[in-house]
């Protein structure tokens, strides 16, 4: 038995250590196979079900190891529960000297050059902005992180944060005179002096893709990597290894060039006319975008001859910048750093002048700017190709990577064919826990009555059930839809995305009576509601993505041109791990009760909708709700005994 075998074990470390500990044969075996992977440095890919304890048997073997380990996780949320909770809990009970650093992306950091050289060139030093920035100034003088979190009285998404803060454009590096004061570097070098690591996924994968957003030598010194939540990893790499110009970009770097000249070639006024006149070009192109949906290829969106114009003008005029910042790049540090950016931006907006194999252009139209985006089509080679030269253990794990007990789509998508596979399934009793409800309805998603008769078929459970429910959408505008007809009700507490911050919505659903929160995407997942607050989840239809968006029309039609099914092989498993996570929201403990309701009638229409069934928890499955109210009223008088 292996050491962490052993630690896992009913009479082990844990059991002695942990009141609620519960003997766990899967958590165990996982905490085995992860020792084995990082004594031989291999891959492995894990789907722990929810109640395995995954955390706890990674962390096990990760601090036992005596190794330098690299571990990164989905969100700053779940990166801080890891870090200020599950990490010291192991390391009291294991009583490994091991050291540990928390380290977050570089938009996290006070910029001390860009409050002491940027801000007092910007429109910040008058109003309410003169008052932030003063007190950005008072605490830049106390605080030993610099982390902004710190700074409770100014909101996260403050407009004030991105001129005292840097990014991988304005980031002048060991060049910058605040070098040895810089937040940043102060945590990447406590990071690279730590045995254990944790970091988040954007931050992975800025040090992955050589954009350098947090920790660029962390990775060559790890001797592992482990990425819990790996179910993100292959959309997130799409979007890391993209290239993106943006309006905010193109605006940044403008008030950027204005300052450094200021400073640096006070004299040279005429580079401000240039910088207009991207300013102006920027503008114009956002206008001729109007008629564009919001996600459209570039091909699509270039038919209109004053989207190609507008779009000449705005690659001509950036051009002309980038000439005038060449000239005046030998003046300093900082036009040098903005003559690299200018030059990066040209060089993307040139790619759009013409097809690239296995790449899609596509333009992303929001209300007060635009994204331009080239993203890969195929990611596996070059997920491939950033990882092969890190002579490390590489571990991925997820309560959601398999279809039909099968992890070929996560392999393929990341190209980790060669690696060892686990699948752990949950430790909880779902068939005496749960119900799964598929409600008859008559009609198909998409139908003009969709929307109502699904509402019709869920409400008596609603009203059973007394509200505690989840109802998750694959549309704002489905979502929509069934708030108005839920305020007429007047029956729930509604709560709806987009009302009000997500942190602030699940607060105030597991403190309200007769609570139902309406959610759409974000809220499919990396949410953990325990106990009796949450006891139904409800899933209109099931979420298969939208088949018009770009870089999924782009993937499609090169599976269609390389004689590959797309539909079997690219958006069936893709909807059925997006199911799994929705369906994950229920059962979060062991004492945990509820059902389950999937209103999407192809379920049981359609042959592939035994994909579905067959990837979820064991479930009993019904389409009455008698039967459905009738188990919510048992388990809810079961709880309540149990309680007394």
């Known amino acids: 038995m292996s050491q962490s075998e052993t630690i896992f074990s009913p009479e082990g470390l844990l059991s002695e250590h942990l009141d609620n500990f519960r003997y766990r044969p899967q958590q165990q075996h996982m905490s085995a196979r992860v020792e084995s992977a990082l004594e031989q440095r291999s891959q492995l890919i894990i789907e722990a079900g929810t109640g395995v304890g995954k955390t706890f048997a990674y962390l096990v073997p990760a601090l036992l190891s ?71 100034r008072d605490w830049s003088h106390v605080t030993r992180t610099g982390e902004i979190a710190e700074v409770n009285s100014i909101g996260e998404g403050d407009p004030v944060w991105p001129a005292v803060t840097s990014t991988v454009e304005n980031c002048l590096g060991s060049e910058c005179p605040s070098y040895q004061d810089c937040h940043v570097f102060k945590a990447r070098r406590k990071a690279q002096k730590a045995d254990v690591v944790i970091v988040n996924h954007h931050l992975f994968f800025s040090d992955l893709t050589l954009k350098q957003e947090g920790f660029g030598e962390l990775l060559p010194q790890a001797d592992a990597c482990i990425l819990d ?39 040279s006024g005429e580079i401000r006319e240039l910088v207009s006149a991207v300013q102006k070009a920027t503008a114009d ?22 989207v190609r114009d507008r779009f000449e003008g705005l690659r001509l005029s950036l051009d002309q910048l980038s000439g005038e910042l060449s000239a005046l790049s030998d003046r300093g540090k900082v036009l040098a750093r903005c003559q690299e950016r200018c030059d990066k931006l040209v060089e993307h907006l040139q790619q759009f002048s013409g097809e690239q194999d296995d790449w899609v252009n596509w333009v992303e139209s929001l209300e007060k700017g635009f994204r331009l985006h080239s993203t890969p089509l195929v990611i596996a080679d070059l997920f491939q190709a950033l990882i092969r030269d890190y002579r490390c253990s590489w571990i991925f794990t997820s309560a959601t990577l398999t279809m039909n007990a099968q992890f070929d789509h996560f392999q393929q998508q990341l190209g980790l064919a060669d690696a060892e596979t686990l699948m752990l399934d949950s430790p909880f009793d779902f068939e005496a826990s749960a119900r799964l409800f598929l409600p008859d309805i008559a009609a198909e998603p998409g139908s003009d009555d969709y929307s109502r008769l699904v509402l019709d078929a869920v409400l008596p459970v609603l009203h059973a ?12 505008r489905a979502l929509r839809l069934a708030a108005d007809f839920l305020q007429e009700e007047n029956e729930f507490n509604l709560l709806v995305q987009g009302e009000a911050p997500r942190r ?59 004689g590959e099914n797309p539909f079997r092989f690219y958006q069936l498993p893709q909807a059925v791990i997006a199911l799994k996570q929705g369906v994950g929201r229920l059962i979060r403990d062991e004492d945990d009760y509820g059902v389950v309701v999937i209103c999407d009638p ?12 067959n990837s979820l928890p064991g479930m009993l499955r019904t389409s009455s709700p008698d039967e459905v109210i009738n188990f919510l009223d048992q388990q809810e008088s079961r709880h309540e005994v149990s309680c007394n």
């Not at 050291?99 to 910040?124: D, M, Q, W």
């Not at 290239?243 to 200021?262: F, K, M, P």
């Not at 192109?285 to 004053?306: I, N, Y």
């Not at 139902?516 to 990396?526: I, M, Q, T, Y």
Request: hydrophobic share 40%; proline share 4%; aromatic share 6%.
């Open 504 to 562: 602030e919505l699940l607060e105030r659903f597991v403190k309200t009576e007769r609570a139902v929160l309406l959610g759409a995407s974000s809220f499919w997942e990396g949410v953990d509601i325990r106990g009796s607050a949450l006891s139904c989840v409800v899933i209109d239809k099931l979420p298969f993505a939208a088949p018009d968006d770009p870089v999924l029309a782009g993937r499609l039609q090169a599976l269609r041109e390389s």
């Open 229 to 267: 939540e790996a179910h993100q990893l292959p959309e997130l790499a799409s979007d890391f290894l993209a290239t993106t110009t943006s309006s905010r970009q193109l605006r940044n770097l403008g008030e950027d060039v204005i300052a450094a000249q200021l400073e640096e070639a006070p004299e």
């Open 285 to 306: 192109f956002l206008l001729a975008l109007a008629g564009c949906k919001e996600r459209t290829q570039w091909h699509e969106a270039v038919a209109s001859a004053e």
């Open 66 to 136: 005596r190794q330098k380990v690299v571990i990164s996780t989905g969100t700053r949320h779940l990166q801080d529960q890891l870090y200020f909770k599950d990490l010291p809990a192991v390391l009291d009970i294991v009583k490994t000297p091991v050291s540990t650093a928390l380290l977050k992306g570089r938009a996290n950091y006070l910029c001390v050059h860009r409050l002491e050289h940027h801000v007092p060139r910007t429109r910040l030093n008058t109003g309410r902005s003169a008052k932030k920035i003063q007190t950005i």
């Open 602 to 613: 192809r379920l049981t229409t359609r042959a592939y909708g035994k994909s579905f069934i």
């Open 465 to 476: 059930n007394r509200g505690r429910a989840f109802l998750l959408f694959s549309s704002h």
